[in-house]
């Protein structure tokens, strides 16, 4: 676990996860006291990177768990594979066949069947979906639930009663309690917002768009090819243009890529006909890529 909050700090920048204090508090506070930790804010921002970096740095198993709309219990909790206890029926044929032979009625011979149930409902046919696996598993895990906000409000009410109890019943087996209760992280790009139950679970942790120092020092981190006046403006460009009335305002992920695309291309600062052929890296909306070229002599320097 992590030591304090600067070690979160350390630790998270090993793994090129750059945060800021706010977050490595929260992160900490959290894991000591063990609450899921809801991560709310726009998309490409480093929630998932989050999770992920976190795992790296406790060398945790990363368990994550993908939501989107329809997604329900069977998938994300368990399923039998009912294959492959029809194929073990169609084996075991000749032996069930003696073994039913003296049973004089049909009510006899279910009987006697039912007393073999456990074979059939048992661990080797059990598959565990995300949210068993970080229930059952041996050692401390991550569990990250990405985009919650896609899923339905129904899963998310199911959601509730695991993460209160950290355990799941499995009607054939008994009920599976946690050894080792996993970190729960739950991101959401607030496609609709989450339920009062669920926030009052969480410690909530809003991630924005970095400062200017931060998300350079990110650039520097992840593409050290660009040079650091070349990083420089980019950034100052950058947040120039998120102040535009953009239908999506570009995301730490963006940037980088930007980033990569101009060191590529050999720029060592961000000429305005280089930055405007690639503004498809950074702006996902041809409306964004025409208001930008529009508002070009004031957004680029050079």
């Known amino acids: 676990m992590f030591d304090n909050v600067q070690h979160v700090i350390d630790q998270l920048e090993k793994h090129k996860y750059i945060c800021s204090r706010d977050i490595a508090t929260t992160i900490y506070l959290a894991m000591k006291m063990q609450k899921p930790v809801l991560v709310e804010g726009p998309a490409g921002v480093g929630k998932t990177d989050l999770g992920k970096c976190?795992?790296?740095?406790?060398?945790m198993e990363l368990i994550r768990l993908q939501c989107y709309e329809g997604l329900d219990e069977a998938k994300a909790l368990y399923e039998w594979e009912y294959a492959k206890q029809l194929l073990y029926t169609q084996i075991l044929k000749d032996k069930l066949s003696q073994m039913l032979s003296n049973e004089d009625t049909l009510t006899d011979a279910i009987n006697k069947l039912s007393e073999e149930e456990d074979v059939f409902f048992s661990d080797k046919f059990l598959i565990p979906r995300p949210i068993l696996?970080?229930?059952?598993?041996?050692?401390?895990?991550?569990?990250?639930?990405?985009?919650?906000?896609?899923?339905?409000?129904?899963f998310e009410a199911f959601l509730l009663e695991v993460l209160s109890?950290?355990?799941?019943?499995?009607?054939?087996?008994?009920?599976?309690?946690?050894?080792?209760?996993?970190?729960?992280?739950?991101?959401?790009?607030?496609?609709?917002?989450?339920?009062d139950a669920l926030k009052r679970r969480c410690l909530h942790l809003y991630i924005d768009?970095?400062?200017?120092?931060?998300?350079?020092?990110i650039i520097q981190?992840?593409?050290?090819?660009?040079?650091?006046?070349?990083?420089?403006?980019?950034?100052?460009?950058v947040h120039r243009i998120r102040q535009l009335p953009l239908k999506k305002e570009p995301s730490i992920s963006e940037t980088l890529d930007w980033a990569k695309a101009l060191?590529?291309?050999?720029?060592?600062?961000?000429k305005k006909e280089s930055a405007i052929d690639t503004l498809n890296f950074i702006l996902k909306y041809e409306k964004d890529i025409e208001l930008v070229k529009k508002k070009s002599d004031d957004i680029f320097i050079h």
């Not at 696996?133 to 129904?154: G, N, T």
Request: hydrophobic share 40%; aromatic share 4%; proline share 6%.
């Open 54 to 59: 976190i795992a790296l740095a406790l060398n």
């Open 133 to 154: 696996k970080a229930v059952a598993s041996p050692s401390p895990a991550v569990l990250l639930i990405d985009e919650i906000d896609k899923s339905d409000s129904e």
């Open 221 to 237: 981190i992840k593409v050290p090819e660009c040079g650091s006046y070349l990083t420089s403006e980019l950034i100052e460009t």
């Open 263 to 270: 060191s590529l291309l050999g720029c060592e600062v961000l």
């Open 209 to 217: 768009f970095p400062s200017k120092e931060l998300e350079e020092k």
């Open 165 to 195: 109890d950290y355990q799941i019943t499995i009607p054939e087996i008994g009920t599976i309690v946690a050894k080792h209760k996993p970190f729960v992280l739950l991101t959401s790009n607030n496609a609709r917002e989450m339920s």
